[in-house]
C-alpha cells in the first residue's frame, strides 16, 4: 500500500509541476510574461486540482503510516485493497471538483481591463 501511495504521489507531483513549467519556459524563451484568459483557466484549475490532490494524497499517506506503527498486526487488514484504491480515488474527485469549481466561480467574474495577463503564472492575485 505504501509504495501504491507513493506512486500516485509521485504523479501528481509531476503533473502540478507540468502545469506552469511549459508555459514558463516558453516565456523565458520568447521573453513574453503573457498568458491568454482561456489559458489562464486552465493553468488556474489543473495547477489548484493536483495541488489539493496532492494535500489530501499526503493525509492518505498519514493514515497509512499512522496503521502500519499503531496497529502492525491488524495493518493487512486495515489497508486492503479495496480501501488503497478509495484512499487514492477520494482526493483525486474531491480535488478535480474543488478545482472545477473554483476555476468556474473565479473566471465568472466581470473583469474591467483586457484578457491579456501580464504574468506567466495565472493566480487570483494577477486575475
Avoid: W
Avoid at 11 to 22: G, N
Avoid at 63 to 88: E, F, K
Avoid at 105 to 111: A, G, I, P
Wanted: proline share 5%.
Amino acid at each position: 500500500p505504501m509504495y501504491f501511495l507513493l506512486s500516485n504521489l509521485a504523479f501528481v507531483d509531476f503533473c502540478y509541476t507540468s502545469a506552469i513549467t511549459p508555459k514558463m519556459l516558453g516565456n523565458f524563451l520568447y521573453k513574453q510574461n503573457v498568458i491568454s484568459f482561456n489559458a489562464c483557466a486552465a493553468q488556474l484549475g489543473c495547477f489548484l486540482a493536483f495541488m489539493t490532490a496532492e494535500c489530501l494524497l499526503l493525509a492518505s499517506m498519514a493514515y497509512d503510516r499512522y496503521v502500519a506503527i499503531c496497529n502492525p498486526l491488524l495493518y493487512m487488514v486495515v489497508m486492503s485493497p479495496g480501501i488503497c484504491i478509495q484512499l487514492v480515488a477520494v482526493p483525486y474527485s474531491y480535488s478535480f471538483l474543488v478545482a472545477l469549481f473554483h476555476t468556474i466561480l473565479t473566471f465568472r467574474l466581470s473583469y474591467c481591463h483586457s484578457n491579456v495577463i501580464n504574468h506567466f503564472y495565472c493566480d487570483d492575485m494577477p486575475l
